[in-house]
């Protein structure tokens, strides 16, 4: 038995990977600057973390943790073993017979989740490890077998370079973190080394390695797409000959390329059609990804903060219900923004109607230019627009609408937020 003290314990993946620790018998601490933190049987209280940095064997922090860090000062002060959160990852899927890791840009989350409701269907008892909360089992870890580790694996400094996958998945390749990686050029040569690092690869047609691929003019393509009440309806062929015919419980159009991913993954490892099916007809989906927490007025939350991950979730919801979009939008870090400044001018501009809230700034420092009140001023020209400096009058003002659909947008507090207050 070890002692693991997590730096940042409240990051989705992080918690996640404390839980697992503590399962399999180690002592396991934390801290996080979140207040609300509550993992059972881990002590996260603030008040402790330093005794707790002391008596640990390993001390774990995220790429979100600043050099400065006090507690990342005080452990490297006490000659502290630190371990990024990418390197254990990497250690804990070695103890796996088979590692399904899912990147890219835009999806991880969503296509992490319905391969493990799949996985679960067909009874093979996966071990998960998601960047978000799954509405089937109620956390973002579930211990099963060591047959399978199914992970996420996200491409931040480089995070997803820790694994060697069995199946190696990458949904798209976009430009993202250009705070990190400089230049798109040098983001696919990462998701190429990831690839290369994968005994197996599925991709889009395309992407430029020897590999399973989904999608137009892909192995695995859907055809005969149709609406249903709850979602879409479509043939998965393969090699241009149907296999069988799937209904996916999600109104966003760009999760029939999720699906088509995972039923690629599924070929692989022989899981038969029918547990698909069953999976992504009831497909349960993951908490603030296209989440409808209220119907009067109809509110949807989508952790949506990359451009084409905002254009994808309104023309969903316009094309879904047919009515005006409300698209309100907490921006997420100052680099990511001055990034895509335009792409997200145009890209909110597909709503009928928007509302910006005050950037959260995550690891970042303000940039002169890039914050929330310019992108509103940006979009004031083209769209009805409003600036709310506060999360309570933007909840208000959500609240009060009628007769269109609201869509609150982000990665940052404001969506968590307003979740935990309609909950």
Not at 77 to 87: M, N, S, T
Not at 339 to 360: K, M, R, S, W, Y
């Amino acid at each position: 038995m070890k002692n693991f003290h997590f730096i940042g314990i409240g990051g989705v993946s992080m918690s996640a990977l404390a839980v697992f620790l503590k399962h399999k018998g180690h002592f396991v601490t934390g801290s996080d600057i979140n207040p609300n933190i509550a993992l059972v049987g881990i002590d996260t209280a603030e008040k402790n973390k330093f005794a707790n940095i002391e008596k640990a064997d390993y001390v774990v922090t995220t790429g979100a943790i600043l050099e400065d860090d006090e507690s990342n000062v005080f452990a490297k002060k006490l000659g502290k073993k630190i371990v990024p959160r990418a390197r254990l990852l990497g250690e804990i899927a070695k103890g796996f017979e088979n590692v399904i890791a899912v990147s890219g840009t835009h999806g991880k989350t969503t296509t992490t989740a319905m391969l493990a409701e799949i996985f679960i269907a067909a009874g093979l008892e996966p071990t998960v490890h998601i960047g978000g909360i799954s509405n089937k089992f109620k956390s973002n870890f579930l211990c099963g077998k060591k047959q399978f580790f199914i992970t996420e694996a996200c491409e931040y400094t480089n995070s997803f370079l820790a694994l060697s996958p069995t199946v190696g998945v990458v949904l798209n390749v976009q430009p993202e973190h250009l705070d990190f990686f400089g230049t798109f050029e040098n983001e696919m040569q990462s998701f190429l080394q990831f690839a290369g690092q994968s005994q197996m690869v599925v991709a889009p047609k395309g992407f430029g390695a020897n590999a399973i691929t989904f999608g137009k003019g892909g192995h695995f393509c859907a055809k005969n797409v149709r609406k249903t009440k709850n979602g879409f309806a479509f043939d998965v062929c393969k090699n241009g000959q149907r296999v069988f015919r799937l209904r996916l419980n999600s109104f966003i159009k760009k999760n029939i390329e999720n699906a088509l991913a995972a039923c690629a993954v599924c070929d692989v490892f022989g899981v038969a059609p029918r547990h698909i099916q069953s999976a992504l007809s009831n497909f349960c989906g993951v908490k603030l990804r296209a989440q409808v927490v209220c119907h009067a007025p109809r509110v949807i939350i989508d952790y949506a903060h990359h451009p084409a991950e905002i254009a994808a979730v309104i023309k969903s919801a316009r094309a879904r219900f047919g009515e005006k979009v409300l698209a309100v939008f907490q921006p997420h870090t100052f680099s990511r923004t001055r990034a895509f400044f335009g792409a997200f001018v145009d890209a909110l501009c597909l709503a009928d109607e928007v509302a910006i809230l005050p950037t959260f700034a995550a690891r970042e420092n303000a940039i002169a230019g890039a914050d929330a009140h310019n992108l509103f001023l940006a979009i004031r020209g083209r769209r009805p627009a409003r600036f709310f400096p506060t999360h309570n009058a933007a909840r208000d003002f959500v609240l009060g609408q009628r007769g269109q659909t609201v869509l609150v947008l982000g990665a940052g507090n404001f969506s968590q937020n307003f979740f935990e207050n309609m909950s």
